[in-house]
Protein backbone atom coordinates (compact mmCIF):
# COMPACT_ATOMS: atom_id res chain seq x y z
CA UNK A 1 0.00 0.00 0.00
CA UNK A 2 0.81 3.30 -0.97
CA UNK A 3 1.61 6.11 1.74
CA UNK A 4 2.10 9.75 1.25
CA UNK A 5 2.52 12.66 3.85
CA UNK A 6 1.36 16.30 2.83
CA UNK A 7 2.30 19.37 4.42
CA UNK A 8 0.83 22.80 2.93
CA UNK A 9 2.05 26.55 3.82
CA UNK A 10 -1.70 27.18 3.44
CA UNK A 11 -2.17 25.57 6.69
CA UNK A 12 -1.11 26.69 10.06
CA UNK A 13 2.75 25.44 10.43
CA UNK A 14 3.11 22.76 12.18
CA UNK A 15 3.99 22.88 15.87
CA UNK A 16 6.05 20.29 15.62
CA UNK A 17 7.68 17.05 13.52
CA UNK A 18 4.40 16.21 11.82
CA UNK A 19 2.44 16.09 8.47
CA UNK A 20 -0.49 18.31 8.13
CA UNK A 21 -1.99 14.72 6.10
CA UNK A 22 -1.17 11.52 5.55
CA UNK A 23 -2.80 8.99 2.98
CA UNK A 24 -2.14 5.10 2.97
CA UNK A 25 -4.67 3.44 0.30
CA UNK A 26 -8.10 5.25 0.42
CA UNK A 27 -7.65 6.02 3.67
CA UNK A 28 -6.58 9.66 4.87
CA UNK A 29 -5.56 11.27 8.80
CA UNK A 30 -5.26 14.67 9.53
CA UNK A 31 -3.12 16.14 12.21
CA UNK A 32 -4.78 18.09 14.87
CA UNK A 33 -5.74 21.40 13.77
CA UNK A 34 -6.27 24.73 16.47
CA UNK A 35 -8.32 27.46 15.39
CA UNK A 36 -4.75 29.34 14.13
CA UNK A 37 -5.34 31.28 10.98
CA UNK A 38 -2.87 30.06 8.53
CA UNK A 39 -2.59 33.73 6.93
CA UNK A 40 -2.12 35.71 10.06
CA UNK A 41 -1.75 33.24 13.05
CA UNK A 42 -4.19 34.74 15.03
CA UNK A 43 -5.95 32.87 16.88
CA UNK A 44 -10.07 33.88 17.37
CA UNK A 45 -12.22 34.81 20.36
CA UNK A 46 -14.75 32.17 21.59
CA UNK A 47 -15.87 28.91 21.04
CA UNK A 48 -17.92 29.62 18.17
CA UNK A 49 -15.37 31.41 16.20
CA UNK A 50 -12.69 28.90 17.00
CA UNK A 51 -14.69 25.86 15.79
CA UNK A 52 -15.37 27.92 12.46
CA UNK A 53 -12.07 28.28 11.76
CA UNK A 54 -10.79 24.61 13.03
CA UNK A 55 -13.00 22.95 10.51
CA UNK A 56 -11.56 25.47 8.08
CA UNK A 57 -8.34 24.38 8.55
CA UNK A 58 -9.27 20.42 8.75
CA UNK A 59 -11.31 21.22 5.25
CA UNK A 60 -8.33 22.85 3.79
CA UNK A 61 -6.15 19.75 4.89
CA UNK A 62 -8.87 17.48 2.87
CA UNK A 63 -8.10 19.66 0.16
CA UNK A 64 -4.72 18.97 -0.32
CA UNK A 65 -5.45 15.53 -1.18
CA UNK A 66 -8.71 16.36 -3.51
CA UNK A 67 -11.14 15.48 -0.33
CA UNK A 68 -13.44 17.09 1.76
CA UNK A 69 -16.05 17.34 4.72
CA UNK A 70 -18.18 14.53 3.47
CA UNK A 71 -15.63 12.24 2.71
CA UNK A 72 -14.44 12.14 6.59
CA UNK A 73 -15.38 9.22 8.71
CA UNK A 74 -14.68 9.54 12.12
CA UNK A 75 -13.80 13.13 14.07
CA UNK A 76 -11.46 13.33 17.35
CA UNK A 77 -12.29 16.51 19.05
CA UNK A 78 -10.88 18.44 21.94
CA UNK A 79 -12.44 20.64 24.10
CA UNK A 80 -10.63 22.80 26.22
CA UNK A 81 -13.89 23.14 28.50
CA UNK A 82 -16.35 20.55 27.49
CA UNK A 83 -19.21 21.04 30.03
CA UNK A 84 -19.60 24.87 29.39
CA UNK A 85 -18.31 24.90 25.80
CA UNK A 86 -19.95 21.86 24.47
CA UNK A 87 -23.49 23.03 23.06
CA UNK A 88 -21.91 26.16 21.36
CA UNK A 89 -19.01 23.93 19.46
CA UNK A 90 -21.99 21.40 18.70
CA UNK A 91 -24.09 23.58 16.91
CA UNK A 92 -21.51 25.33 14.97
CA UNK A 93 -20.00 21.27 14.25
CA UNK A 94 -23.59 20.32 13.17
CA UNK A 95 -23.68 23.01 10.63
CA UNK A 96 -20.48 22.25 8.80
CA UNK A 97 -20.81 18.17 8.73
CA UNK A 98 -23.61 17.05 6.74
CA UNK A 99 -25.46 14.11 7.43
CA UNK A 100 -25.30 11.36 7.54
CA UNK A 101 -22.58 12.74 10.11
CA UNK A 102 -18.76 10.92 10.62
CA UNK A 103 -18.55 8.94 14.24
CA UNK A 104 -16.88 11.16 16.95
CA UNK A 105 -14.92 11.41 19.96
CA UNK A 106 -15.88 14.70 22.01
CA UNK A 107 -13.55 14.79 25.21
CA UNK A 108 -12.33 17.21 27.65
CA UNK A 109 -7.88 18.26 27.25
CA UNK A 110 -6.03 20.71 28.20
CA UNK A 111 -4.89 22.65 25.45
CA UNK A 112 -2.97 25.53 25.23
CA UNK A 113 -4.41 28.34 24.78
CA UNK A 114 -7.10 27.59 22.39
CA UNK A 115 -10.26 25.93 23.05
CA UNK A 116 -10.73 23.59 20.30
CA UNK A 117 -8.78 20.90 18.35
CA UNK A 118 -9.97 18.54 15.88
CA UNK A 119 -8.78 15.58 14.01
CA UNK A 120 -10.34 13.35 11.26
CA UNK A 121 -9.88 10.02 9.07
CA UNK A 122 -11.56 10.33 5.68
CA UNK A 123 -11.94 7.89 3.06
CA UNK A 124 -11.60 8.07 -0.52
CA UNK A 125 -14.99 7.52 -2.06
CA UNK A 126 -15.02 4.63 -4.76
CA UNK A 127 -15.50 5.71 -8.11
CA UNK A 128 -19.06 3.62 -9.57
CA UNK A 129 -18.37 0.36 -11.39
CA UNK A 130 -17.35 1.29 -15.27
CA UNK A 131 -15.46 5.05 -14.08
CA UNK A 132 -11.68 4.92 -12.76
CA UNK A 133 -11.26 6.38 -9.72
CA UNK A 134 -10.20 9.94 -8.36
Excluded: C
Excluded at 78 to 91: K, M, T
Amino acid sequence: MTRSAHTSPDLPAPAGPYSHVVQAGDVVWTAGFGPQDPATGQVPEGIERQTEQVIDNVEAALGVVGLGLGDVVKATVHLQHLERDFAAYNEVYARRFRSPYPVRTTVGSDLLGILVEIDVVAVRPSAPAGEPGR
